[in-house]
């Protein structure tokens, strides 16, 4: 059997005319995401925008502390002068002529005269005096014992005692006083 033996490689053939673009491949696979790149620059501020409606009205906030206390301040103008008060004024003085009969009871003194009488209201039929201004009042009462008797004469003030004077009998007149003052509001009988 005859075999035959590969020949000598001969020289390399001229280059062939370009061929035509083949056809359009499939796509391809996503790559892999690439490194994160380096920050840009900041840009300019842009223009403000508008003003927003307003809120809704905020809780009442807690009482803050006391300030500290403030200057005395300067002195007002003084007022004008006030009207004169005219103060009343009482004042009385009674007096009797005669001598009283004694008694074994309590009776109430009258007079026979009135000497002064400025705003009183003094009865000397009754012996009474009503306080129809309220003040300080100051009392005095005199008398003359006769010889013999006991006297004891007093001051009444809406028949409650306030103060007496007391004589025993003597043999002798005898002349006796006595005096105090009174704090009196209206509608006040003594005697």
């Excluded at 056809?23 to 892999?32: A, H, L, M, N, P």
């Excluded at 309590?106 to 026979?112: D, F, G, P, S």
């Amino acid at each position: 059997m005859w075999e035959s033996q590969p020949g000598v490689i001969g020289p390399v053939g001229t280059q062939g005319v370009k061929g035509q673009p083949g056809e359009k491949g499939i796509k391809g696979d996503e790559g892999d995401k690439g490194e994160h790149g380096a920050s840009g620059v900041k840009g300019q501020a842009g223009i403000p925008g508008k003003v927003g409606p307003q809120g809704p009205k905020g809780e009442s906030g807690r009482d803050g502390n006391d300030g500290t206390k403030g200057q005395t301040g300067t002195a007002g103008v003084k007022g004008q002068k006030g009207e004169k008060c005219e103060q009343v004024k009482v004042a009385f003085t009674v007096g009797r002529k005669s001598y009283m009969p004694g008694s074994s009871t309590e009776q109430t003194i009258t007079y026979t005269d009135v000497i002064v009488n400025v705003n009183a209201n003094i009865s000397i039929n009754t012996g009474v005096f009503t306080c129809e201004v309220p003040g300080i009042y100051y009392f005095s009462f005199t008398f003359l014992s006769y010889t013999g008797k006991a006297l004891r004469i007093g001051l009444e003030k809406n028949n409650d005692n306030i103060f007496y004077i007391y004589q025993t009998s003597v043999p002798d007149y005898i002349m006796n006083s006595q005096s105090g003052m009174l704090h009196l509001t209206k509608v006040i009988k003594l005697n």
